[in-house]
């Protein structure tokens, strides 16, 4: 008999469990998203400002004077010269290094090599494209870019930690068309 019974109960939360799963999820009144939304445009512009406050007082620190492009980039070029401009569809050679503003350094062409890449095509950081178009071949930048702009969110998953603001020390060595 107690057999029977365990067959019974379970045969019961089978069916419990299947009956749950199978009800549709709420849907959501256009008040309800519209207030969803509100609250994660109110939450972003918090965590931009806080961003920018970060940069703000990491460049006061260090004494610079920066520019800010119109997507919240921070930047410098020295060497400002005018060979070759930056331009879509070019290829960049870069020396780089990628740091945080705690000062640890994340990477590095002196450790792995000179970055190429085709400027326009995307591949790199938004951020990266965005300030290789403000260079001249043999310039070098310093850009801090908020996680937007580097590498958002979820970072890198290595050694770029979630929402980093990353300083970009790059140098524009050359540029090719392939």
């Not at 007082?57 to 020295?78: A, D, K, L, S």
């Not at 005018?82 to 990628?98: C, D, M, R, V, W």
Request: with cysteine; proline share 3%.
């Amino acid at each position: 008999m107690s057999k029977l019974r365990t067959l019974y109960l379970s045969i019961a939360v089978m069916l419990l469990f299947l009956s749950s799963c199978s009800q549709k999820p709420k849907r959501l009144t256009l008040h309800e998203k519209n207030q969803a939304k509100e609250q994660m445009v109110k939450a972003n512009k918090g965590l931009v400002e806080i961003d920018q406050q970060r940069i703000e007082n990491y460049v006061t620190r260090h004494n610079w004077q920066m520019e800010i492009t119109e997507t919240g980039m921070w930047y410098f070029i020295q060497n400002a010269n005018q060979n070759e401009k930056a331009t879509s569809g070019k290829i960049a050679h870069l020396k780089y290094q990628i740091g945080l503003l705690d000062g640890t350094i994340c990477y590095s062409s002196d450790s792995l090599g000179e970055m190429k890449f085709k400027i326009g095509q995307g591949g790199v950081e938004s951020g990266l494209e965005e300030a290789i178009l403000l260079m001249h071949v043999g310039e070098k930048g310093v850009f801090i870019m908020p996680p937007h702009l580097a590498y958002g969110l979820l970072g890198d998953e290595k050694k770029i930690p979630p929402r980093s603001i990353i300083v970009y020390n790059a140098e524009l060595i050359n540029l090719t068309d392939y």
